[in-house]
Structure formats: C-alpha cells, structure tokens
C-alpha cells in the first residue's frame, strides 16, 4: 500500500468536499488512525507529510509513542478507561472520548498542563457506542469547569456506519447544533469550536456539515 498515494486521493476528495460548502480546506485536521497498522506503516504516513497521528487503545499508543520521535500531535480516539489514564495522559496532545466524570477527574488528576479533549456524543444513539446522550450534552460541559487542567475545545461522534448519507448528515448536523448551543455560552473552559467526525466511509458528507477534524483509517494507511 502506498500511504501517499491514497493521502493524495483523500486530499482531492476534502477538497472537493470544501468546494461544495464554501470551506477552506485549512480548516480541517486529518488525523491518520494508526491503531491497525505497524510502526512501520505509520512511519510511512509521517513521511507522507501526515502530522496528527490517531490510537485508541493505550497498549498501541505506547508502543509507537516509544518508537516514533516525528514531531507529531497524538490523539487518543478510543474509549480510555481511568486506570489507564496515568501512562497516557501526558503523552497524548488531544483526547477525543471524554465522555463521564470520572475520566475527567483522573485526566484533571494526571496531567500537568491543559489538556484539549473532545466530548463524546452519542447521536445516534446505539447502544453499541460510548458517548453522552444529546440532552446532557451541555450539563457535562458546564461540570468540567471545576477540572483545572481540562479544556473542552470540541464535540466528537461517531456516525452509523452505514450507506443512508440523509441519516449520516442528520447526525453530523446534531452534533454541530450541539456544539454551537455550548458555544453560545461562552464558556472560559469549554470554547467548544471544533467538531470531530467523519471516518473512512463518510468524512466528505462530514466535511459538508462542518467537521474540523476527520479520522481516517483504512483507505488512508490500511487495516494491518
């Protein structure tokens, strides 16, 4: 697999994307999910020019945090379990899966710096997906004032994976309501500007909707 030549296609493809709803394409973070893939082909990405690089469990992330010395901006995308945050906390530059009190408090807990995390939302609604529900979206914002070290710069989801794209924008088109009802309020610890969402099989119709961070898989660096 040529990581470059597939970065190529996606970029043609989020420009593309950007055309359609007046965007630039500056506005959005393409982060490479690197948590099938060897260190070797998530070196390969680097070379490509890919400088955010996505692992969601702590094993991985470790493993090629220890490797790889590119000046790259970690993200943690996966469900992070509190124990765990101890290792990962200040290594990782985002977390993507703030999604419950207790993770906050042992983030706030782990870290000596402000933390950038994105709150988890579950749009759909399955049952099989982590993430807040819609309705308690704002509530949990407001509650991770008194987290010193924690900064909530954005709402993350992920969509069905499925082929419906008025299904997919539905969702993409809550989250992005979600984010501007916490951005109304014009909280010091949560500026809440960003959106992370979009992966592999969607992020075009997520870049139409207004995602600023996309989170791409296989067709980027492939699936081992």
């Known amino acids: 697999m040529e990581v470059e030549t597939n970065l190529k296609h996606i970029r043609r493809n989020m420009e593309q994307a950007c055309e359609k709803v007046n965007r630039n394409l ?5 982060i490479a999910v690197t948590k099938y ?15 955010n690089l996505g692992e969601n469990r702590q094993e991985g992330f470790l493993e090629k945090y220890e490797h790889i ?9 996966g469900t992070l379990q509190s124990r765990k945050v101890k290792s990962v906390a200040d290594k990782v530059d985002v977390i993507h899966s703030l999604d419950r009190t207790s993770l906050a408090k042992e983030i706030n ?34 509650e991770m004032e008194k987290f010193e070290n924690i900064r909530i710069v954005g709402l993350m989801t992920m969509a069905p994976h499925i082929d419906d794209e008025q299904e997919l924008r539905a969702t993409f088109r809550r989250l992005a309501q979600l984010r501007d009802m916490v951005k109304e309020e014009k909280l010091t610890h949560a500026p809440c500007e960003y959106l992370s969402m979009g ?7 997520a ?12 067709k980027l660096v492939g699936s081992e």
Not at 207 to 218: D, K, L
Request: net charge negative.
């Open 109 to 142: 807990k782990r870290t000596n710096e402000l933390k950038d995390c994105f709150v988890q939302v579950n749009v759909s609604g399955e049952e099989s997906k982590h993430g807040l529900s819609p309705k308690d979206v704002l509530s949990f914002v407001k």
């Open 37 to 51: 893939v060897t260190i070797e082909r998530t070196e390969e990405a680097i070379k490509a020019g890919i400088t």
């Open 199 to 205: 992966m592999s099989n969607d992020y075009t119709i």
């Open 69 to 77: 010395q590119d000046n790259v901006q970690w993200h943690f995308i």
């Open 26 to 30: 500056d506005e959005i973070t393409l």
């Open 207 to 218: 870049i139409e909707e207004g995602a600023t961070h996309i989170r791409i898989g296989s």
